[in-house]
């Protein structure tokens, strides 16, 4: 486990500290005009840059549903206007990798098709640039304490969609299994919540909105418990 997993896991047999975070935005002075300067940028840039493209859009307050989960794929739709690169950059489910690096080569390896495929784009600039930003992620105690599941479940419909996030999303970048904080806990808890960990790793977090991943985990808690 690394230090920062290590400094945020819930002990087993302990207390179920429940956290807040923010995400800040910090601009990386680097800029894409074309898809080329993409691909080059993109493949030296920090991975908390990519981990922001990615995860930083379900923490911005917003009136209406993103068309596009990641910023590449609205990038790809908005500016340089190329439908076929937008879908399938779109389509891209960050969960599904190991790690932010191999996130990182898919994304590379789908822009070198594309470019294959249109070498023109090599060239043509996009209406707007693609403004790499990088995240830091800032971590509260709210001082909510948990010392069993049922207690848990109790405090969930009262949490914060940006704790959700911390625990059922940051989690995945922070823990050795790549798993939630929720169920890393409740499995030190043995045989007993094992059905609840499975439900919890049938979600998939990213196609959805933080109010309705909330309203996902805090229902699949409240059936186990009947709270």
């Known amino acids: 486990m690394n230090q920062e997993a290590a400094a945020n896991h819930q002990t087993p047999g302990g207390v179920f500290a429940i956290k807040d975070c923010a995400l800040i935005a910090i601009a990386t002075g680097y800029r894409a005009l074309n898809l080329r300067e993409l691909r080059d940028t993109l493949s030296s ?3 908390d840059s990519v981990y922001y493209h990615f995860w930083g859009g379900l923490l911005q307050p917003r009136f209406e ?6 910023d590449f794929a609205a990038w790809a739709w908005y500016d340089l206007h190329d439908a076929t690169l937008a879908e399938r950059l779109a389509v891209i489910d960050p969960t599904e990798f190991a790690n932010l690096e191999s996130l990182r080569q898919e994304l590379l390896e789908i822009i070198e098709d594309r470019l294959d495929e249109q070498s023109y784009l090599s060239w043509v600039n996009a209406s707007s640039r693609f403004e790499f930003i990088r ?7 709210t001082g909510k304490r948990a010392e069993t599941p049922e207690m848990l479940a109790r405090l969930l419909p009262d949490l914060s969609t940006s704790s959700i996030f911390y625990h059922f999303i940051d989690a995945r970048r922070r823990l050795d299994n790549h798993g939630d904080d929720f169920s890393s806990w409740l499995g030190d808890s043995g045989e007993p919540y094992r059905k609840l960990c499975e439900q919890l ?11 309705q991943l909330k309203e996902e ?5 409240t059936d186990f418990f009947a709270v």
């Open 135 to 141: 995240s830091q992620i800032v971590i509260f105690d």
């Open 201 to 211: 790793a049938g979600i998939d977090p990213y196609f959805s909105t933080l109010v």
């Open 65 to 70: 549903e993103r068309e596009y989960n990641n």
């Open 217 to 221: 985990v805090t229902g699949i808690f």
């Open 45 to 47: 840039i920090g991975l």
